[in-house]
């Protein structure tokens, strides 16, 4: 399968323990995105890659949240110090090169369900 | 700033019947729009897109979406509706930096 893929699937911690998930994009895609999805509503974006210089963090971004892709390839979402409003899922797509930033489709993986208990 | 609204948090139809789901926008400048379906425990998938041009854009499984630029909308359709279509529909529009995204409508398709 070459589509978005995601680790883990699911994640249960306790509060104000570290979490790291990754994502694994479409391989020939350069863009890649991080969104957060709760219960009843739509994705909200989190941050933006174009290979690996991250261009865009949405201010749901606080400061117990960074995101790293180092070599331009897979990424990686890591919450410091995790609160209970931290539970959702936690969504990454990828997209394509060669359209223009606003037209192009997004491709999203499985996503990461988070539980801060 | 860009938004979309989805003014049915569910909508239901009967197997073999015509679905609509409904979708408006609010743009300054030219609407991007998407269309994305969601089944349980996975993740967003694309139905289909409108860029520009023609104003009824057709997308993947059959579906299709009218947009409509003097009501500002961009209702998603299908002739006929089949139990499996039952999921999350997410109708977003892409501003410069990220997708925005609407609520959501559950579709629920009675066999």
Redesign the interface.
């Known amino acids: 399968d070459t589509g978005?893929s995601?680790n883990p699937r699911h994640k249960i911690t306790k509060r104000g323990q570290n979490v790291t998930f990754r994502c694994d994009p479409i391989s020939e895609h350069n863009r890649l995105?991080w969104?957060r999805q709760t219960l009843?509503?739509?994705?909200?974006?989190l941050t933006?890659f174009q290979n690996e210089a991250q261009l865009?963090k949405?201010r749901l971004l606080s400061d117990r949240f960074s995101a790293e892709r180092p070599k331009g390839s897979f990424s990686t979402l890591e919450i410091q110090r995790t609160e209970q409003g931290d539970s959702a899922m936690y969504?990454c797509?990828s997209s394509p090169s060669g359209l223009g930033?606003?037209?192009d489709?997004?491709?999203?993986?499985?996503?990461t369900?988070l539980t801060v208990l | 700033a860009q938004s979309v609204a989805q003014p049915e948090d569910q909508v239901n139809v009967a197997e073999g019947n015509p679905l609509t789901v409904k979708c408006t926008y609010s743009v300054s400048g030219n609407p991007y729009l998407f269309w994305y379906v969601q089944y349980p425990n996975r993740g967003l998938q694309f139905l289909l897109k409108y860029i520009t041009g023609d104003n009824l854009v057709k997308g993947s499984y059959g579906f299709e979406a009218e947009f409509n630029k003097s009501q500002t909308s961009f209702h998603l359709k299908k002739p006929s509706a089949l139990v499996s279509y039952s999921a999350l529909y997410f109708c977003a529009v892409r501003d410069l930096s990220d997708m925005r995204f609407g609520a959501g409508t559950r579709l629920t398709v009675n066999p």
């Not at chain 1, 009843?40 to 974006?45: A, L, V």
């Not at chain 1, 489709?105 to 996503?111: I, K």
């Open positions: 978005v995601q995105y969104y009843g509503q739509g994705p909200e974006f933006y865009e949405s969504l797509a930033r606003s037209t489709t997004q491709y999203f993986g499985p996503g369900r």
